[in-house]
């Protein structure tokens, strides 16, 4: 099930590249790719940015 939705998002990925490619430079393309992953695994990464949000945060279990 994971390697499907993997490869729907690499294909979705293609294709709207291919759309872009055309419009964007592919400096800018690339500095995009990388902020949106850098912005993604940031919460995660980070252990204060885990505290302040709530989604992040690990769950406690409840008493």
Do not use: D, K, N
């Not at 919460?43 to 279990?61: D, I």
């Amino acid at each position: 099930m994971g390697r499907r939705r993997a490869s729907v998002l690499v294909g979705a990925g293609i294709v709207a590249s291919r759309f872009v490619v055309a419009e964007v430079p592919p400096l800018t393309l690339t500095m995009l790719r990388y902020a949106i992953g850098f912005a993604c695994l940031l919460p995660f990464a980070c252990p204060r940015c885990r505290a302040r949000w709530p989604c992040c945060a690990p769950e406690t279990p409840s008493r």
